[in-house]
Every structure is written in C-alpha cells, then in structure tokens.
Nanobody
Framework: QVQLVESGGGLVQDGGSLRLSCAASGLQFSNYNMGWFRQAPGKEREFVGLISRFGGTTYNADSEKARFTISRDDAKNTTYLQIESLKPEDTAVYFC????????????????WGQGTQVTVAS
C-alpha cells in the first residue's frame, strides 16, 4: 500500500523560509520521480517542481529556481521542498506525488499523492 505523507507546513512571516518533507512508503522509492504541486483556494493545482529518480530537478519557471529547491534522500524514502523568501502569494496546500519511471509536470500523470500540507504566509 503506497503512502505519501507531507509535513513541515505552517504559518510563516513574509520573507521566511520552510522545508517541507514528503515521506514515502509502500514503493521502491529510488525508482520513482517525485513531484511537488500546490493548490490555492479556488485555483487549479499548480506544478512547483520535481526531482527525477536520478536526482535531476525541474522547476515551474526559471524565475522561481532560486527560491525553490527540491532534494531527495533515498535512504530515508523522503523528498524535500525548501522554499526561501516566502511571499503571501505562496499560500497554498502543498502536495507531493510519485510517478513511475518518467517525471511529469502534469498532475494527471501522477498515480500517488499525499494529503497535502498547508503553507500560510502572513503579510
């Protein structure tokens, strides 16, 4: 049974930072590409970034690469999303997802999802 559990969200001040974690179980973690998405109220789920099973990363926009850093620790079956210089517009529920063999920027391509963790940035 595959489970993805996010943690690390919370309330932060404008300009602060957070590290979100996603712990996976029930799969061979090293064979999966791990994606991060976010969804704000009333909006569609948005691609944040991904890390491939080889460790390469892809982010949603060139301008955001400096603020978002995705990493993985296969020994712990965990992927991390580090966010720097948080802004109020970053407020959303952040999800991790797993996809076999190839990565994707499309939510519909991912088979497994966590429950999400809330990130709220106070202005």
């Amino acid at each position: 049974q595959v489970q993805l559990v996010e943690s690390g969200g919370g309330l932060v001040q404008d300009g602060g930072s957070l590290r979100l974690s996603c712990a996976a179980s029930g799969l061979q973690f090293s064979n999966y590409n791990m994606g991060w998405f976010r969804q704000a109220p009333g909006k569609e789920r948005e691609f944040v970034g991904l890390i491939s099973r080889f460790g390469g990363t892809t982010y949603n926009a060139d301008s955001e690469k400096a603020r978002f850093t995705i990493s993985r620790d296969d020994a712990k079956n965990t992927t991390y999303l580090q966010i720097e210089s948080l802004k109020p517009e970053d407020t959303a529920v952040y999800f991790c997802a797993a996809r076999w063999f190839y990565g994707s920027t499309l939510p519909s391509d991912y088979a497994y999802w966590g429950q999400g963790t809330q990130v709220t940035v106070a202005s």
